[in-house]
């Protein structure tokens, strides 16, 4: 089992930043995806950003530019900095780990989820 706990969400202002951190614990931290999900009140889950264990990143166009994700691999931790950030980025965001496949190829989220980071882009 693997346990994934996030931090970093919080209240930012239209244009603003934020770093959203998760960290990886239990049996299998040796974990092939890692990512980002993102759900906003009354809408689908949608897959924001992902990296797998080799750096290979994926991101949805809505973010491109705009999102990095980056992975520390020793530390089983992924990270996700949002910069120029827009009220309809206001979710909450999931991290997302899959110890052997992609939602990318898979079609579906990995088998492991966080318990979300609330995100509120406001002025």
């Known amino acids: 089992q693997v346990q994934l706990v996030e931090s970093g969400g919080g209240l930012v202002q239209p244009g603003g930043s934020l770093r959203l951190s998760c960290t990886a614990s239990g049996r299998e931290v040796n974990l092939y995806f890692m990512g980002w999900y993102r759900q906003a009140p009354g809408k689908q889950r949608d897959l924001v950003a992902g990296?797998?264990?080799?750096?290979?990143?994926n991101y949805w166009t809505p973010v491109k530019g705009r999102f990095t994700i980056s992975r520390d691999n020793v530390g089983n931790t992924v990270y996700l900095q949002m910069n120029n950030l827009k009220p309809e980025d206001t979710a909450v965001y999931y991290c997302n780990a899959d110890a052997v496949s992609s939602p990318i190829i898979t079609r579906r989220p990995g088998d492991y989820w966080g318990q979300g980071t609330q995100v509120t882009v406001s002025s």
């Open positions: 990296i797998t264990r080799g750096g290979t990143t």
